[in-house]
């Protein structure tokens, strides 16, 4: 049975007054980057959270988008261990599609709305330096083979600054993944491994990645397989039993850096879903994954 309406304020009234002031990193990615419908609903909720006295920072992918505009030009998209092997054409498409694209998209949507969004990536304020990853070792046809992924990086030092001084004047920041090296290189950075870092630069209340699964499942087949809470001391397991594989990986490790580093919950959730940010924040049964520290109780 669904609950009165009522029911729903007032059961989210709680949630409003614990969160109230608080810094919430939310990725946004996954369908929600070509579903222009379900889009303009994850921005409403963004702009919703802001105008009841929340802190919000988004992050964004791009990975559809960008795999499709390699396509167009005869590109194959190629991955290893959940991250997209980047040459210096993929880069350059990469910065295309999430500089010049879906940020500003998504700045022009929250202003739509209501909202004040600002676009930055890591070159504004060398807010994210990074150095190139090292390459990966994969067994292929049973042998050990060394892989360069390429231009895809790693986070050293996050300078939140630039993040500080928007929040404070009451806009929006939307960021695109792309980092820069001690010598103005661009680097491509999976979009939670950022999110996670930045959560864990500002010491956030709340760290939410969306994907297009409800959350982590137990068997992907299986919707019903949701592992609703998942501490710390168990993601290293469920990688080597395979539970956590592919994108998931990264997004996984985002979120154990940033509770590692305090922030209070990391929340895995569907974006493909309209609302789901909402009833996994404000709401007591959730409809995703949340990471935690295991010596923090969890009720």
């Known amino acids: 049975m669904e609950l009165k309406r009522e029911k729903v304020l007032i059961e989210a009234l709680p949630y409003m007054q614990e969160f109230y002031g608080s810094i919430m990193v939310i990725k946004v990615g996954g369908n929600a980057m070509v579903s222009a419908q379900i889009m303009e609903d994850v921005v409403k909720d963004i702009v919703l959270l802001r105008y009841i006295g929340i802190k ?3 992050v964004h992918g791009g990975g559809p988008e960008i795999t499709e ?44 709305f209501g909202g ?25 046809d049973g042998v050990d083979t060394e892989v360069d992924i390429g231009w895809v990086g790693e986070s050293e030092v996050i300078k939140p600054e630039i993040l500080y001084i928007m929040l404070e004047n009451g806009y929006i920041p939307v960021i695109s993944p792309i980092a820069v090296d001690v010598k103005g290189n661009a680097l491509n950075i999976n979009a939670d491994t950022v999110a996670g870092d930045i959560a864990a630069a500002m010491q956030a209340k709340k760290l939410i990645l969306m994907t297009d699964v409800s959350g982590l499942l137990r068997d992907i087949k299986d919707p019903g397989s949701r592992i609703s809470r998942v501490s710390l001391d168990e993601i290293d397991s469920l990688i080597e039993e395979g539970i956590i594989s592919g994108g998931m990986i990264p997004k996984l490790k985002g979120a154990a850096v940033a509770v590692k580093c305090g922030v209070e919950g990391a929340h895995i959730i569907n974006g493909s879903v309209s609302h789901t940010m909402l009833l996994e924040l404000f709401t ?16």
């Open 69 to 112: 505009k390699m396509e167009r030009v005869g590109k194959k998209a190629e991955f290893c261990q959940g991250l997209r092997i980047t040459d210096d054409e993929t880069m350059e498409i990469a910065r295309m599609v999430l500089v010049g694209n879906i940020n500003t998209k998504i700045v022009s949507l929250i202003g739509l």
């Open 56 to 58: 919000p920072v988004i």
């Open 284 to 299: 007591d049964g959730g409809v995703g994954t949340m990471v935690y520290r295991p010596d923090k109780p969890q009720e």
């Open 116 to 140: 004040k969004g600002v676009g930055l990536t890591g070159y504004d304020g060398r807010m994210i330096l990074g150095h190139k990853q090292a390459a990966k070792h994969v067994l292929i």
